[in-house]
């Protein structure tokens, strides 16, 4: 026997007195899932399995291996997993604890599996402490919709009788004082109105689901054409679309918004840029919009997808939530969106929509 | 085309300013006669059921259109759809639902419950004269092929 089944096998006391010092729980199991040994943490706190049972008697109701087995997938593909969810029932009941397993398969010199080492966490303060993060997530959403809602009914009734002061001329329009008074308030509800919006909107993306379908791209483009070739001339800046994929399933909507806000962004912050060229584009799942501007000053990159964060004084209807609400939609499509940093001079961003790609 | 004016539009809504403001709209336009306001859920169905106060159908003349606001006290507009468009006598009449937000949601469940169209509140009021001028004609111009 070489000397790593020989320790496996038989663990020399020394080897033991470590591992039952230790916090997780620790099993060996062989290739038949025999278990071989426990440290103190895994026999204390499962009394009614011992060395020599099968380690899914710990889960009585299966009576076979786990549907959800660690150690089969860590021996077959001879590499470290972990269980994806936390683990919290055993023998049908649940656990006062959450259970966090990385298995390491354990490979003799010649490199054939001849067991493996189960290592079992208790995340019950992670779990629950994710719980409540949840949880008051949840509720800050809903306290931010329900805010937008009772924020904008007020606005409407400012507005309106504002309109009624006007129309019916229940005040001096001819005056200037007047005419500029009025003028402010109307700039200040539009503005507050427009920030209603942004918060309605970014609340709508975290509570709200996806409508996910089939998207020409063609279409796409032709939307984002429309909605900026007037803007874009108006700064002699030049619109490139280049997309390799003609289709993409995703929320078409949301996707038109990412652009939208991402074109936005370039258009704004590079207003003295000479000879602006924006391109916007998609390649094996990933997106990108660069232009050719100043950059975002690397202090900030961190920042720039964070709620209201600017990285210059923007105007009266420039709130920062843009790239905010760019980050949102695509963390709720599962993708990932970054600042590529090597990109000099311009700023290039890129994202995915789905979780594989990056 | 010379639209028929409308009798009677019963508008459920309980801010006051937004009353106000909707009658204003309603009257500017020359849409309607008579406009009726209730300003909780409750109240629009004893309306419309004519129940309690509402027992007299001379004093509570059956509306030609609903302007109904989603968010109301005591039963909220989609609760209210839900009894018009289960009621025989009630369901021809059009509904119009008023929302503050526009919240998709709000207007998905408004459709599937059977209402006829919606307005987003604006906060600029020319537009919302503009919204209810349009909505309301189109709703007279059906409710003068239809009688």
Redesign the interface.
């Known amino acids: 026997m070489d000397p790593v089944s020989e320790h496996f096998f038989n663990p020399p006391p020394l080897l033991s007195f470590i591992l039952d010092s230790m916090a997780p729980g620790i099993m060996f199991i062989d290739t038949e899932y025999n278990i071989l040994f426990m440290n103190k943490e895994k026999r204390d706190n499962n009394p009614h399995i011992k060395t020599g049972m099968k380690c899914y008697d710990v889960f009585e109701e299966y009576g076979m291996r786990c549907p959800f087995c660690v150690a089969a997938r860590a021996m077959e593909n001879k590499s470290l997993e972990q269980n994806k969810e936390y683990i919290s029932i055993q023998k049908g009941v649940e656990l006062p604890v959450h259970l966090s397993i990385t298995v390491m398969p354990v490979l003799d010199e010649k490199g054939k599996v001849i067991g493996a080492v189960e290592i079992a966490y208790d995340v019950e303060n992670l779990y629950q402490t994710n719980k409540r993060l949840e949880r008051l997530n949840k509720e800050y959403e809903h306290v931010i919709y329900a805010l937008?809602?009772d924020l904008?009914?007020?606005?409407?009734?400012i507005?309106?009788?504002?309109?009624?002061l006007e129309r019916k001329k229940l005040v001096d329009i001819e005056n200037p004082e007047t005419i500029h008074c009025l003028d402010r308030i109307h700039v200040n509800?539009?503005m507050m109105?427009n920030l209603v919006k942004v918060l309605?909107d970014t609340s709508?993306i975290a509570t709200?689901s996806l409508e996910i379908q089939e998207n020409s791209m063609e279409e796409i483009i032709q939307m984002l054409i429309n909605n900026f070739n007037s803007k874009a001339e108006s700064q002699n800046a030049v619109l490139n679309f280049d997309f390799k994929q003609t289709h993409y399933r995703c929320d078409r909507i949301r996707l038109i918004q990412v652009f939208s806000n991402l074109i936005n962004n370039c258009l704004e912050h590079c207003k003295l840029t000479e000879n602006l060229v924006i391109h916007v584009g998609m390649d094996d799942g990933v997106f990108w919009v660069k232009d050719n501007g100043p950059g975002i000053p690397e202090d900030f990159q961190e920042k720039a997808f964070e709620a209201f964060s600017q990285a210059s004084r923007g105007g009266a209807d420039h709130f920062g939530m843009g790239m905010n609400i760019v980050y949102k939609i695509i963390q709720k499509h599962g993708g990932h969106v970054w600042i590529e940093n090597n990109h000099f001079p311009g700023t290039l961003i890129k994202f995915t929509l789905r979780p594989s790609v990056k | 085309m010379k639209i028929k004016q409308l009798d009677v539009i019963l508008l459920v809504e309980d801010n006051p300013d937004h009353i106000e403001l909707t009658q204003d709209a309603l009257l500017e336009v020359d849409l309607v006669k008579t406009i009726r306001v209730v300003s909780d859920g409750e109240e629009a169905l004893d309306y419309l059921f004519r129940r309690k106060k509402y027992e007299n159908p001379q004093e509570s003349p059956r509306p030609d259109l609903i302007l109904l606001d989603v968010k109301l006290p005591k039963k909220n507009g989609f609760e209210i759809l839900e009894e018009i468009k289960q009621s025989e006598e009630l369901k021809r009449i059009p509904v119009i639902l008023l929302t503050t937000t526009g919240n998709k949601e709000d207007i998905e469940r408004g459709a599937l419950l059977g209402t006829n169209d919606y307005i987003v509140k604006p906060v600029e009021f020319e537009v919302f004269m503009q919204k209810v001028k349009g909505l309301g004609k189109y709703w007279a111009w059906i409710s003068d092929l239809t009688s």
């Open positions: 937008s809602h904008r009914a007020p606005l409407v009734s507005e309106g009788f504002l309109s009624k509800v539009r109105n309605l709508r709200g």
